[in-house]
């Protein structure tokens, strides 16, 4: 079992409590930000004319993501992947069911079927010298065109340097700029789409929040988005 393997097996029991501890500086919980990721890529692919039926969710953990991914329009399965058995245990406990499954990254073999891959805060914790095979891992399982949504935390932001310093788990990751994250993903088979970033206010100055999509290119917000499809 790898290093990272081992970490997040510790972490699985008490991952929903650190990652909570570290979010309650926001006024959000772990809900509001899988809702708005989702909400905000379900968007995306409207305007870009695609529809999606089957999402790969690399590095999938507990599965927060899941019923959120399973509620955008026209999707029908999820396969979730992990190195974490712990986390999957968590995760189909929570989620699985006939249109979830979720796998150890040993037992799942890309067959280029999948027409949506979707990651979060994931690629900062693979080693650097690794994420260039994780990418081609999704590219693998990926249909010709199927698209890619690359979520990580944006380091530019003070907010967000801040949240993964109280999270046990994320405080000695190292995080990708966007111009990193999109070098990585075009050197390994995609092609960019689109590059936007969310979650600028939080919950005290939600009021603001509508100014978010017109600020989406600007990177203030404490994630991005890096949408890609394959080539």
Not at 59 to 88: K, Y
Not at 119 to 137: E, K, L, M
Not at 166 to 191: S, Y
Request: with cysteine.
């Amino acid at each position: 079992m790898n290093t990272e393997a081992a970490d997040f097996d510790r972490y699985a029991a008490e991952y929903d409590a650190a990652l909570a501890r570290g979010l309650s500086v926001s006024g959000e919980d772990k809900e509001h930000f899988a809702r708005g990721r989702v909400d905000w890529l379900a968007g995306c692919l409207a305007r870009l004319n695609v529809h999606a039926k089957t999402v790969l969710d690399f590095g999938c953990g507990t599965g927060s993501a899941t019923p959120f991914l399973l509620g955008m329009p026209g999707m029908t399965s999820l396969v979730g992947v992990d190195v974490s058995a712990r986390s999957l245990d968590h995760a189909r406990q929570e989620h699985g069911g006939a249109a979830a499954r979720f796998q150890l990254f040993s037992e799942s073999q890309p067959d280029g079927t999948f027409d949506l891959a979707f990651c979060n805060g994931v690629f900062h914790h693979i080693p650097i010298t690794d994420r260039p095979a994780a990418v081609q891992y999704i590219a693998r399982a990926l249909r010709p065109g199927g698209m890619f949504a690359m979520w990580e935390n944006n380091p530019w932001n003070p907010g967000t340097r801040y949240v993964m310093s109280r999270i046990p788990f994320d405080r000695d990751a190292v995080t990708l700029t966007p111009r990193e994250a999109r070098a990585l993903v075009r050197a390994n088979g995609f092609d960019i789409v689109d590059t936007t970033f969310l979650f600028i206010f939080p919950r005290a100055l939600r009021w603001l929040r509508a100014l978010e999509p017109p600020l989406a290119r600007l990177p203030f917000g404490a994630q991005y988005q890096v949408l890609c499809r394959k080539r």
